[in-house]
Each structure stands twice: as structure tokens, then as C-alpha cells.
């Protein structure tokens, strides 16, 4: 075999690894974060992320609902939940986790279906939705929040909510996605209720957003949208993180001003970059225990 053939042999089973095996390989990460009052028990918060639940993905929807086995004290939504106009298989998917008490929002994705686009943009340039916002959404939005909601979630996209989850009492100040220019970032917003854990949630980790929730006092964050790079360099890392964060942290847990954020690599892809390398789909459990004295 010449070398020409064997680049382009290696090139396909490339290819067809990170189109039919890695987005299969289903991981858990695992995190630990002190940061509860002394004398509390720990707590068990469940971060999932980028679904982007399709058409004949069954697969992706047995992981999810799986993950009550995990038996989590919290699930933390961070959005991105439809691969189209897919509603009975989001609600199907998350069925068993939506008994867990939950907060959660909303991502682009859950506002406006995939359009077809050339999967090499991904690595090339950082996509916006500029020419989406005078568009009407084209996705079931309201009837996705309604369901979450009856099922006693939280919706956070500009608003606030507390919780007391094993004793432990949790605030919570959510923004809209950067993305999209969504976030609400004034004097007043975000802002959290007096409790033990003060916890942000939004999609995308822009900086202007991971600087509100820092001026506002939160100890811990939660964004997806990054897809942990999509494709990853072994040994080098995320070439793009599709916003303003530094490429090295495209996904994990990381220090941030004076807070803790955890960025999830999340479990999907757009169905016009069907692709996942070195970056398995995961969600993380992350155990909030007692803070050093």
C-alpha cells in the first residue's frame, strides 16, 4: 500500500470511529468540591448538558435515562436538549431523572432547529445566531419549559430560584445564553438569595457571563455549549470552544476568579457535525462536601 493509501485508509477509520463508535462511548466524570457548611451531608448534583436528541438516536436516550441509577440529590440542566423537533423523545429521555428536584436552561438549540452548514466552520470560526434572532423559533420551546416545570424544575434563564436539598439550602441565579445574546446582565442580575451554596447556571460560558456571576457572589457555575471541543487533539487538547473561553478550557472543572465552573462536555452534536473525537460524551456527578475548617 502506498503512502498516499494509507493516509487516507487511516483517514476513513478516523472518520468512521468518531461517527459510529466514540459518540457511543458514554463516560460519567466524577468531581468533588468542598464548599458545603460544616455538619451537612453530601450532595449528589447530576450535570447534563447538550443532548442534542435526534431522530433514531436511541442510544443517546438509554444513557439518560439510565442515569437515575446514579441516584443524584440534584439534576442541573444546562441546555441544548433537541436534535430537531423532538419533544416526546426529550421528555422520554428525561423521564426518570425529572422525579430528582432540578433546575435548568435553555440553549440555542432548544429555540431554533440545526441548520445544514459546512461541519468544518466548527474549527474554523465561532458560529453566532445573529440572523436567528428576527426569525421566530422553530422549535417546541414553551412546551419543553412547561413539561420541565410541571415536574416541579426550575427555570432559570434570567430569574432566580433556593432550594433545600438534604438540609443543605441552595440559591440559584440563572442567565440566558450568551449565544445568543440572550443574557440579562445588569446591576441587579444576576443575583442569589441568602444559602448555604449560591450556584449560577447558564449554557454558554461566556466571560462577560462568568464575570456577572463572579460580581455577584457565586461560589459555583455550570455551562455546556463547548461540546469539550467536539474534536480534540490528543496530548494537545480543544483546537475551539465555539466562545470566548480560552481553548484550555473547553471542558472540567476549573478555578475562576473567586469561584469554582464546571464546563460540561456534554453528550451530543449537532446532526450536521455528526462527529466526536477524543472527547467521549459524558455528563459529570459532581459531590459537594463539607468545606476545610
Same mark, same amino acid.
Given at each position: 500500500?502506498?503512502?498516499?493509501?494509507?493516509? /487516507?485508509?487511516? /483517514?476513513?477509520?478516523?472518520?468512521? &470511529?468518531?461517527?459510529?463508535? !466514540?459518540?457511543?462511548? +458514554?463516560?460519567?466524570?466524577?468531581?468533588?468540591?468542598?464548599?458545603?457548611?460544616?455538619?451537612?451531608?453530601?450532595?449528589?448534583?447530576?450535570?447534563?448538558?447538550?443532548?442534542?436528541?435526534? @431522530?433514531?438516536? !436511541?442510544?443517546?436516550?438509554? +444513557?439518560?435515562?439510565?442515569?437515575?441509577?446514579?441516584?443524584?440529590?440534584?439534576? %442541573? #440542566?444546562?441546555?441544548?436538549?433537541?436534535? /430537531?423537533?423532538?419533544?416526546?423523545?426529550?421528555?422520554?429521555?428525561?423521564?426518570?431523572?425529572?422525579?430528582?428536584?432540578?433546575?435548568?436552561?435553555?440553549?440555542?438549540?432548544?429555540?431554533?432547529?440545526?441548520?445544514?452548514?459546512? =461541519?468544518?466552520?466548527?474549527?474554523?470560526?465561532?458560529?453566532? &445566531?445573529?440572523?436567528?434572532?428576527?426569525?421566530?423559533?422553530?422549535?417546541?420551546?414553551?412546551?419543553?419549559? !412547561?413539561? +420541565?416545570?410541571?415536574?416541579?424544575?426550575? &427555570?432559570?434563564? #434570567?430569574?432566580?430560584?433556593?432550594?433545600?436539598?438534604?438540609?443543605?439550602? $441552595?440559591? +440559584?441565579?440563572?442567565?440566558?445564553?450568551? *449565544?445568543?445574546?440572550?443574557?440579562?446582565?445588569?446591576?441587579?442580575?444576576?443575583?442569589?438569595?441568602?444559602?448555604?451554596?449560591? %450556584?449560577?447556571?447558564? *449554557?454558554?460560558?461566556?466571560?462577560?457571563? @462568568?464575570?456577572?456571576?463572579?460580581?455577584? /457572589?457565586?461560589?459555583?457555575?455550570?455551562?455546556? *455549549?463547548? *461540546?469539550?471541543?467536539? %474534536?480534540?487533539?490528543?496530548?494537545?487538547?480543544?483546537?475551539?470552544?465555539?466562545?470566548?473561553?480560552?481553548?484550555?478550557?473547553?471542558?472540567?472543572?476549573? =478555578?475562576?476568579?473567586?469561584?469554582?465552573?464546571?464546563?460540561?462536555?456534554? $453528550?451530543? &452534536?449537532?446532526?450536521?457535525?455528526?462527529?466526536?473525537?477524543?472527547? =467521549?460524551?459524558?455528563?459529570?456527578?459532581?459531590?459537594?462536601? !463539607?468545606?476545610?475548617?
Amino acid at each position: 500500500m502506498g503512502a498516499l493509501a494509507a493516509v /487516507g485508509a487511516a /483517514g476513513a477509520a478516523g472518520l468512521a &470511529y468518531s461517527a459510529l463508535v !466514540e459518540p457511543r462511548l +458514554f463516560r460519567v466524570r466524577r468531581e468533588r468540591l468542598a464548599l458545603l457548611p460544616p455538619g451537612s451531608d453530601p450532595l449528589r448534583i447530576l450535570h447534563v448538558s447538550d443532548l442534542h436528541l435526534a @431522530l433514531g438516536q !436511541e442510544f443517546r436516550s438509554r +444513557f439518560v435515562r439510565s442515569l437515575v441509577d446514579l441516584q443524584p440529590d440534584l439534576v %442541573i #440542566n444546562t441546555g441544548d436538549n433537541f436534535g /430537531g423537533d423532538t419533544l416526546p423523545l426529550v421528555l422520554d429521555a428525561f423521564d426518570p431523572l425529572l422525579d430528582v428536584p432540578g433546575v435548568f436552561v435553555f440553549g440555542s438549540n432548544d429555540v431554533w432547529g440545526p441548520t445544514r452548514k459546512n =461541519p468544518a466552520r466548527y474549527l474554523t470560526r465561532r458560529t453566532t &445566531y445573529a440572523e436567528h434572532r428576527e426569525k421566530d423559533p422553530t422549535l417546541p420551546t414553551g412546551e419543553l419549559r !412547561e413539561a +420541565f416545570e410541571a415536574r416541579g424544575w426550575a &427555570y432559570l434563564d #434570567n430569574r432566580t430560584s433556593t432550594l433545600t436539598v438534604k438540609g443543605t439550602s $441552595l440559591a +440559584f441565579a440563572g442567565l440566558g445564553d450568551a *449565544h445568543m445574546d440572550a443574557d440579562r446582565i445588569t446591576d441587579a442580575n444576576p443575583a442569589f438569595a441568602d444559602a448555604d451554596v449560591r %450556584i449560577g447556571v447558564t *449554557h454558554a460560558p461566556y466571560s462577560r457571563t @462568568l464575570e456577572a456571576f463572579d460580581r455577584a /457572589g457565586a461560589q459555583l457555575v455550570l455551562a455546556g *455549549h463547548t *461540546h469539550g471541543g467536539q %474534536i480534540r487533539v490528543p496530548f494537545w487538547g480543544a483546537p475551539v470552544t465555539n466562545c470566548d473561553m480560552d481553548r484550555t478550557r473547553a471542558r472540567g472543572l476549573f =478555578p475562576y476568579r473567586r469561584m469554582r465552573v464546571h464546563v460540561s462536555a456534554g $453528550l451530543g &452534536y449537532s446532526p450536521y457535525s455528526p462527529v466526536r473525537f477524543a472527547c =467521549p460524551p459524558e455528563v459529570t456527578l459532581l459531590t459537594l462536601v !463539607e468545606a476545610d475548617r
